[in-house]
C-alpha cells in the first residue's frame, strides 16, 4: 500500500470524527442568551477536541510524510490510532451533556490517553520500518511532549474525581502544549 492511500483513509475517518463531534451541537429551543449558555459545556467540550483531533491530523500528516513506505504493522497501528480516535466523539459528548462531571472527565482522559499511545505505537512501527534511514527516529529524537502528554492524561484521570476542573487544565495544558508546532520532523527531513 502506498502511503498517499493509508493517508487519504486517516483523512476521511477524522473528517467524519470531527463531523460526529459537531453534530451533537443542538440548536438551542429558544432564542436569547440563556438558551446559548444551556449549550456552553457541549460546545466547549467540541472545542476541546476538535483541537485534539486538528493536533493528531497534522502530526499524522508529517509523520506519514516522513515515511518512506507502509508495511501491515503500519497499517494496524494506524488502525489501531483511528480506533481510539473515533471514540473521543462519546467521551466528548457525554462530558458536554453532563456538565464536565467526575466520571465523563475521567472517561474522557482515558480518550486522550489511549490515542496518545496507539500514535506512540504508531511511531514505533514507521521508525522500524524505515531500516537503517535513522532520520525519521533522529527527528523523533526525546520526545519531550509526547512522553509528558500520557502522565497529564493519567494524573487528569485520576484528578478527575477530587475536581473534574483540575483535570480538564491539565488537559487544556496538553492541548495548548501541542499547539505549538512540532517541527521536529518537518526540519529534520528537510534537511535529508
Not at 52 to 62: A, D, E, K, L, P
Amino acid at each position: 500500500m502506498q502511503k498517499e492511500r493509508l493517508n487519504a483513509f486517516s483523512d476521511g475517518v477524522l473528517a467524519i470524527i470531527i463531523t460526529i463531534m459537531v453534530l451533537e451541537l443542538k440548536v438551542p429551543h429558544g432564542a436569547d442568551w440563556a438558551a446559548l449558555t444551556g449549550l456552553l459545556p457541549v460546545f466547549l467540550s467540541y472545542v476541546l477536541s476538535f483541537v485534539y483531533v486538528g493536533i493528531y491530523w497534522n502530526n499524522h500528516h508529517h509523520l506519514l510524510h516522513a515515511s518512506h513506505g507502509i508495511n501491515g504493522a503500519i497499517m494496524w497501528a494506524n488502525m489501531h490510532l483511528l480506533f481510539w480516535l473515533s471514540l473521543i466523539p462519546f467521551a466528548t459528548g457525554w462530558m458536554g451533556e453532563n456538565h464536565f462531571a467526575e466520571l465523563p472527565v475521567a472517561v474522557y482522559g482515558v480518550s486522550l490517553l489511549m490515542p496518545a499511545l496507539a500514535y506512540y505505537i504508531l511511531q514505533l512501527c514507521i521508525v522500524r520500518a524505515n531500516g537503517a534511514d535513522k532520520t525519521l527516529a533522529n527527528a523523533l529524537g526525546r520526545d519531550i511532549k509526547g512522553k509528558l502528554s500520557p502522565l497529564f492524561y493519567i494524573a487528569g484521570i485520576g484528578l478527575a474525581f477530587v475536581d473534574p476542573r483540575i483535570s480538564s487544565a491539565l488537559y487544556i495544558a496538553v492541548a495548548l502544549m501541542w499547539l505549538v508546532p512540532d517541527r521536529r520532523i518537518e526540519k529534520t527531513v528537510g534537511h535529508s
